[in-house]
């Protein structure tokens, strides 16, 4: 079946560390992938996607890249703000149905 | 392009009440699908509707149902209401979803915070 795993958080930072935040994934066929955001008192946001493998998505300074040999979409920031404190989720869509399979959300905390 | 809305933001019942929350998908959008969202379970799929067929159902007991209507506006309906079935209630819309093709990105809307005292 398919399913999403995401690393444990609170994950706690200084503002303009670097963000890695891991995501793995099991899946049958070739699903898209997706990072989605939660900010405090908000839906969810998408924040990247990839629809391949070795697709890179990116915004806002955030990146990840669809890696099918190792089957994770780890999510990372070269330097995060205190405006990117939120929850984090990783995502995928399976191929045949619109059913999306979210991991557990990683929360990110940025200290000044 | 407006996104995702959903009405109402906040509602508190009692248990054993009912409750509908709606949604309306972005223009175009076909397929509307329904999450529950707790710090308990996190966020969990209920159904998708498509051309107002229920598409995929996920794991909850026949109290939570729903349906589409033709112009792609969901509701969901919660009977017979139980404490822990306070939540935020998330819709979310994509164009189509079936395929490999870019159409399978959901965009949600702020959610419904349902409380049940």
């Known amino acids: 079946g398919n399913s999403v795993t995401q690393m444990e958080g609170p994950v706690t930072l200084s503002e303009e560390a670097f963000l890695t935040i891991n995501c793995t994934y099991t899946a049958t066929g070739y699903p898209s992938l997706f990072w989605y955001v939660q900010y405090p008192g908000e839906g969810l946001q998408l924040l990247l996607k990839?629809?391949?493998?070795?697709d890179k998505g990116s915004n806002k300074g955030f990146e990840a890249t669809y890696r099918k040999e190792t089957t994770s979409f780890h999510l990372e920031k070269g330097s995060v703000q205190v405006s990117d404190s939120a929850v984090y989720f990783c995502?995928?869509?399976?191929?045949?149905?619109?059913?999306?399979?979210f991991g557990s959300g990683t929360k990110l905390n940025v200290k000044p | 392009k407006a996104g995702v809305t959903q009405t109402p933001r906040y509602l508190i019942k009692t248990r054993g009440q009912q409750v509908t929350l709606s949604c309306s998908p972005i223009s175009g959008h076909r397929s509307v699908s329904w999450y529950q969202q707790t710090p308990g379970q996190g966020l969990q799929f209920l159904f998708e509707y498509f051309s107002e067929t229920q598409r995929n159902k996920g794991n909850f007991p026949g109290r939570f149902s729903g349906r589409q209507f033709s112009n792609s506006r969901s509701e969901m309906n919660v009977s017979t209401l139980e404490l822990g079935d306070s939540a935020l209630y998330l819709c979310?819309?994509?164009?189509?979803?079936?395929?490999?093709?870019?159409?399978?990105?959901?965009?949600f809307g702020p959610g419904t915070r349902l409380t049940v005292l």
């Open positions: 995502a995928l869509s399976s191929y045949n149905f619109n059913k999306f399979y």
């Open positions: 979310a819309s994509s164009l189509d979803g079936q395929g490999p093709v870019s159409t399978d990105t959901q965009y």
């Open positions: 990839a629809t391949k493998a070795d």
